[in-house]
Each structure stands twice: as structure tokens, then as C-alpha cells.
């Protein structure tokens, strides 16, 4: 997860009707989160759905709050359900900063960790913990899919940074810099890579993803 950032410009549809999920809705939010799911970073292409930061269930005054929608994968979506209403708010939050978002290939397990003991921070990142580990000693089928999805590309990733490490020619420097486009998947994870191998300074553009 990262911060993201929203259009100040609230779709004519959310002043106008009753629905929270209109088509300019749809498209305003797959243009500020540049086609990606909010909370896993994943290309969304047919597989979204609108997501309410705070739930319906708990918040039903919140159901057309510009504000308070986002866009997710299915996966997502259901897996946040109301049960994580209390998380950091992307809007404003330096996610990438505030929570380290790591692959334990080791243990064959995602680690998310944070030194703030407050509960959005707490919330955040035990939602993640449950989204890629699973609420069991084992993933369900579609949990383990949803894992090593994400530790394929992480793979992917490593190999272009250890690649640079080894030969840092301009040549290496690019594929490493693609790969942290605000496009891309997965920044993330790939921000706590570049924090890792001493790289900030290095990329230190391309690593301020929608902040102010």
C-alpha cells in the first residue's frame, strides 16, 4: 500500500442520484489510483469494485462520501468487508513510509511491520497480514494464488535491483526506475527493496509517489 490521492472534482452522479457507483465514479477513481487496486496495487482490468473505506454496514452515512470511496480488486473488496474500518487513511497518510511491507521468501510469507502502536496503524497492518497470509496456519487456495502472485513480481523485482547492485550502468538504472513508476504495481513492497539496499538517494524521484 501507498498514499494515494483523489480528484477534488466529486462526479456529478454522487450529487445527482442515489447510487454510489456510477460510471463516472468508476472511471474518475481508476484515473486517480492509475488503474490499480488501492490496497494490493494490482492492475485492476476488469476486476473492480468500488470500496467503501468505511463500510455500509457501519458507516451507511458515509455510502456516497466522495471521500470515503476507493477502488479495489474483488479479492480485496470482500476480504476488507466492514472488518477493517478503523485503517490508515491513504489520503493522507505516507503508507509506504509509516509501514514496512516486506517478502520473507525465507518463510514463504508476507511481513508488515510498524514502530507507531496506534490502531490505524495496528488496523493496517493486520488487514495485510490476513490478506496475504491468511487467517489460518494455511492459505486457502485463493490466498495461496494471491501470495504468490505478489512474490513473483517481487522476484521479478529483486532481480532487475540486484542487477543494477552488481553493474550500475544507466541501462540497469532505467529497468530499476520502470519498475517504480506510480503505474506499476506493488511500490510498496518495492519501496521497502529500495530502503533496504541503500538506494534512496539513488532513486529518490521516482520514490514520492502522491506526496504533496
Known amino acids: 500500500m501507498i498514499r494515494e490521492r483523489k480528484s477534488e472534482n466529486v462526479p456529478s452522479s454522487l450529487l445527482t442520484t442515489s447510487q454510489y457507483d456510477g460510471e463516472d465514479v468508476k472511471a ?12 494490493c496495487e494490482r492492475k485492476l482490468g476488469t476486476d473492480y469494485e468500488i470500496e467503501h473505506f468505511k463500510s455500509i454496514n457501519n458507516y451507511p452515512g458515509l455510502r456516497q ?4 470511496l476507493f477502488m479495489a480488486c474483488g479479492y480485496c473488496n470482500k476480504k476488507k468487508s466492514s472488518s477493517f474500518d478503523d485503517n490508515l487513511y491513504p489520503l493522507d497518510t505516507n503508507i509506504e513510509n509509516e509501514i514496512e511491507q516486506r517478502i520473507d521468501f525465507s ?12 490502531v490505524p496503524h495496528q488496523n493496517t497492518v493486520k488487514m495485510l497480514h490476513v490478506f496475504y497470509n491468511g487467517k489460518q496456519k494455511m492459505r486457502v487456495i485463493k490466498e495461496e494464488r494471491f501470495f504468490d502472485e505478489a512474490k513473483q ?10 542487477t543494477f ?3 550500475p550502468t544507466p541501462a ?10 506510480i503505474e506499476q504495481e506493488m511500490l510498496g513492497f518495492k519501496y521497502w527493496v529500495i530502503r533496504d ?15 504533496h
Do not use: G, P
Open 172 to 181: 540497469n538504472r532505467a529497468l530499476v526506475a520502470a519498475e517504480l513508476s
Open 197 to 211: 539496499n541503500h538506494l534512496e538517494a539513488e532513486f529518490k524521484d521516482e520514490i514520492v509517489w502522491n506526496k
Open 28 to 39: 474518475q477513481l481508476l484515473e486517480d489510483q492509475h488503474e490499480k487496486c488501492y490496497i
Open 165 to 167: 547492485l552488481m553493474e
Open 65 to 68: 462520501e466522495w471521500t470515503n
Open 107 to 118: 518463510r514463504n510469507k508476507a511481513s508488515f511491520t510498524t514502530a507507531i502502536d496506534d
Open 153 to 162: 513480481k517481487m522476484n521479478r523485482f529483486l532481480e532487475k535491483v540486484n
